[in-house]
C-alpha cells in the first residue's frame, strides 16, 4: 500500500523556521498532486499548499511570501518550507497526495499522512 510519512514539526519561536517533509512510500507509477493541510484546535482542515507534477504551486492567503512548497517527483517527496513563523500557524499539518496511480488500486486513489505538530509560541 502507500503510505506518507511526514518529518520536521515542532516548537518553534514567533518569526522563525521549521522545513517539513513528507514522503510516499510503496509501488507507485506517478503522484499529479502533493501538497500539504492544517488543522488548528477547534478548526476545519484548511489547504496549505499543494503543487503539481509540473511545478505548478498554489497558496492559501495566509502563507504567501512565507511559505514555499517544493517536490521531488524521483523521490515521491514534498516539503513546506516555512519561514516568519506566527502563533496562528500553529496546528497539525498533514501531507496530502491526490491522483495517486500505483498498483494497488484501480484508477487513482488519494492518500493522507498521519501528521505532524507545528507550535509557534514564545
Known amino acids: 500500500q502507500v503510505q506518507l510519512v511526514e518529518s520536521g514539526g515542532g516548537l518553534v519561536q514567533p518569526g522563525g523556521s521549521l522545513r517539513l517533509s513528507c514522503a510516499a512510500s510503496?509501488?507507485?507509477?506517478?503522484?499529479?498532486?502533493m501538497g500539504w493541510y492544517r488543522q488548528a484546535p477547534g478548526k476545519q482542515r484548511e489547504l496549505v499548499a499543494t503543487?503539481?507534477?509540473?511545478?505548478?504551486?498554489n497558496y492559501v492567503d495566509s502563507v504567501k511570501g512565507r511559505f514555499t512548497i517544493s517536490r521531488d517527483n524521483a523521490k515521491n517527496t514534498v516539503y513546506l518550507q516555512m519561514n516568519s513563523l506566527k502563533p496562528e500557524d500553529t496546528a497539525v499539518y498533514y501531507c496530502?497526495?491526490?491522483?495517486?496511480?500505483?498498483?494497488?488500486?484501480?484508477?487513482?486513489?488519494?492518500?493522507w499522512g498521519q501528521g505532524t505538530q507545528v507550535t509557534v509560541s514564545s
Open positions: 496530502n497526495a491526490d491522483r495517486v496511480v500505483s498498483p494497488y488500486r484501480i484508477g487513482t486513489s488519494e492518500y
Open positions: 503543487i503539481t507534477s509540473g511545478g505548478r504551486s
Open positions: 510503496g509501488r507507485i507509477f506517478s503522484i499529479k498532486d
